[in-house]
């Protein structure tokens, strides 16, 4: 960065607010730095004070892109696992192709190409769908999204590129199982490859199911942070407030208009400040007169009397700011951390300055509130401050309310607004839904991630079934054997659930350690976040093992009921 600039814009409004030369700040070991960034890296990876408006954490991006690779894997092993259950019935084509000449490489040649034509036809399906479920998808991220993006040059290229990626892994394994039958076994009805098919097959099962759980936990966890976030105690009470724009619309006039709104019963508080939670309070220095000579940065507010009554802080020590006393001008009230920063084991009756313009204006601290969350769960309760508003300054109008006719006491407040004030319109918001806004991120993340594992379950449960298809074929006349020799229809039925359930058993414990580090380096990112719930890994496993034995009951079910007369002379 240029140290012009530094010097010209920068270190003014250091001295300004530190009250000593740049100079001396720095020799007592402060440091203060001045940077640039490029516009197109604000929205998704800028997390700054006075933002230009919500941002997007680039993690979030990331994460989607991991849970479509993730979904895209599981659906290459999906079939995968199809393909190769369903070779059998192909094996006599194979066997009278080598025997009319038909070499291996040309046989896999066919089937990988067969691959990658099923997965054009996939991409063109996916063309159709991303049109239909595109408005269904704005309107769940709630952003517009334009999809001239799919037809670029470009993005088409890439897209084929990708599909026949794609199509050649997905389908070369299958190609290389077909290929190796045996083609007098295959036209004789000897049904048996060259490869190790089985044990392979049962490790993409394996693979299959472990991303769905993973997918599942996940999901899980992110719900019930979301949840822990959006109720948890703040330290202040956000529900019932209602904020109103553009305050200095009243000027002169604030207390007239906040007389008129107590006057009503059905309004609980009425207060004014340049700094909410939720939107950021300004960051200052402070002196304390125990330590003149060094500067405390606090998060400041500028407060008229009634905010903390409004806001319902708890009080440690002290009191609110109140007209009943004179002094209360240059009065201020602190958080638990600020005192423990300003290392005030006694705040209160203690002066604070705070520099103005070459001049240092004494705050005296008559009370001590709890900690509460003024910024989002994200970051740490940070020392604040607020002191008491002296003139009218811009900001906001907190007004609480009673919500059982919410639409009776806004219009009443707009009537009151509008007596007032011809000037500014009454703009208002809600300051639950806007300190919960702050979540917007999360909450895409578990929508996504919801929809992400409903189609993972459908697709691992398409291979699941592929599989037990692909075994119960294979056992055909194994089945007919035991059940001829008295084995019982419930018992075919549990053999073959038995052998099915294995692999996702395999999987839970696959997937449960590698779930556990990644929503671990998730929750990480919040200061304030939920615990680990060993209840989530045994659901997961439930809903594993109930699908399975869902997905499976019935080829089973139509394995076991077969004439093992049948099943005897089907090989």
Not at 43 to 56: D, Q, V
Not at 264 to 291: L, S
Not at 449 to 474: K, P, V
Request: charged share 20%.
């Amino acid at each position: 960065m240029n140290t012009k600039i530094i010097q010209k814009y920068v270190v003014p409004q250091l001295e300004e607010m530190t009250l000593k030369s740049a100079a001396d700040f720095s020799k007592e070991g402060n440091t203060f730095e001045y940077f640039t960034q490029r516009i197109t890296n604000i929205h998704l990876y800028s997390n700054l004070e006075y933002e230009l408006g919500e941002n997007i954490n680039a993690s979030s991006i990331f994460i989607f892109v991991f849970a479509a690779i993730l979904l895209l894997v599981i659906a290459a092993i999906n079939f995968m696992n199809l393909a190769t259950a369903r070779s059998t019935t192909r094996a006599k084509e194979v066997g009278l192709r080598k025997v009319l000449g038909s070499n291996k490489t040309q046989l896999v040649f066919q089937f990988v190409i067969e691959s990658v034509f099923l997965s054009f036809v996939a991409l063109l399906m996916a063309f159709v769908l991303v049109e239909i479920f595109t408005p269904a998808f704005q309107s769940l991220v709630n952003e517009q999204i334009s999809i001239s993006l799919l037809f670029k040059p470009v993005f088409i290229a890439g897209m084929i590129l990708v599909s026949v990626i794609i199509g050649v892994l997905a389908g070369t394994y299958p190609a290389f199982i077909l290929a190796s039958y045996n083609p007098l076994r295959t036209l004789k009805g000897d049904l048996r490859s060259n490869s190790n098919s089985p044990k392979l097959r049962n490790i993409l099962v394996v693979s299959q199911f472990a991303a769905t759980i993973f997918l599942i936990l996940c999901t899980f966890t992110i719900y019930r942070q979301l949840n822990f976030m959006t109720n948890y105690n703040l330290g202040f009470a956000k529900d019932q407030v209602l904020v109103i724009k553009r305050s200095k619309g009243m000027e002169t006039k604030f207390d007239a208009f906040s007389e008129d709104l107590r006057k009503n019963q059905e309004i609980y508080g009425v207060a004014k400040a340049t700094h909410i939670p939720g939107k950021g309070f300004m960051n200052n220095a402070f002196f304390p007169e125990h330590d003149l000579n060094k500067a405390y940065f606090l998060n400041q507010s500028i407060a008229s009397e009634g905010f903390a009554e409004t806001l319902k802080l708890k009080l440690i020590s002290g009191r609110f700011f109140s007209k009943k006393h004179i002094g209360d001008s240059l009065a201020c009230i602190i958080n638990k951390a600020a005192e423990t920063y300003l290392r005030l084991p006694s705040p209160i009756g203690h002066i604070i300055y705070m520099p103005v313009k070459e001049k240092r204006i004494p705050f005296t601290i008559v009370g001590v509130v709890e900690d509460f969350n003024f910024k989002s769960l994200h970051y740490s309760i940070d020392p604040a401050i607020i002191t008491n508003m002296r003139n009218n300054l811009d900001g906001y109008i907190l007004v609480r309310l009673n919500t059982k006719d919410i639409s009776k006491n806004i219009a009443f407040i707009k009537r009151t607004w509008e007596k007032y004030n011809v000037e500014y319109p009454f703009d208002y918001f809600w300051l639950n839904s806007d300190f919960n806004k702050q979540y917007n991120s999360e909450k895409l993340i578990a929508s996504l991630f919801f929809a992400f594992s409903i189609l993972s379950i459908f697709i691992a449960c398409l291979g699941l079934l592929g599989l037990i298809a692909f075994t119960s074929l294979r056992r055909t006349k194994e089945i007919g054997i035991r059940k001829a020799m008295g084995a019982s229809f419930y018992a075919i039925i549990l053999m073959l659930i038995r052998d099915s359930i294995r692999p996702v058993i395999i999987s839970l414990l696959i997937a449960w350690p590698l779930a556990y580090f990644a929503v671990q380096q998730w929750l990480h990112k919040y200061s304030f976040h939920i615990g680990t719930n060993y209840l989530d890994f045994l659901f997961s496993a439930l809903i594993a093992i109930i699908i399975a034995i869902l997905t499976v009951s019935f080829q089973a079910i139509k394995a076991a009921v077969k004439n093992p007369a049948d099943s005897i002379r089907y090989e």
